[in-house]
């Protein structure tokens, strides 16, 4: 049972294409409200090896972009980290749960219900 959670889990990972990301740092487009057509506005392509769209906001000052690592952190308002795993998911503050992680946690639920 824990060898099929395991290659379930390996083959959900493996899963994962490459994502498009907005990418900025900072300018009127980037900030908060969103312009996904203001300035200094970019996307990072698919030819990237982003496995997150990451948002932070430092201070105040918003960055967008795409990465292969994040980790999620929330100091207040003005000093967060958000990560997701969705094309263009970093145009937003909310933090949306994957359909392939609902489909682990479902999959994990079911077996401990099952022993």
Avoid: H
């Amino acid at each position: 049972m824990k060898t099929t959670l395991l290659v379930l889990l390996i083959v959900l990972v493996q899963l994962y294409e490459a994502l498009n990301c907005y990418s900025c740092s900072g300018t009127t487009g980037c900030n908060n409200p969103f312009n996904s057509l203001g300035s200094g506005v970019s996307t990072t392509g698919t030819n990237t090896a982003n496995t997150y769209c990451i948002k932070t906001n430092n201070i105040g000052t918003i960055y967008r972009s795409g990465g292969t690592t994040c980790t999620n952190y929330w100091y207040s308002s003005n000093a967060y980290q958000t990560c997701c795993q969705s094309d263009f998911c970093n145009r937003t503050t909310k933090i949306k749960l994957t359909f392939n992680l609902i489909t682990i946690l479902s999959f994990y639920v079911s077996i401990l219900c099952l022993n």
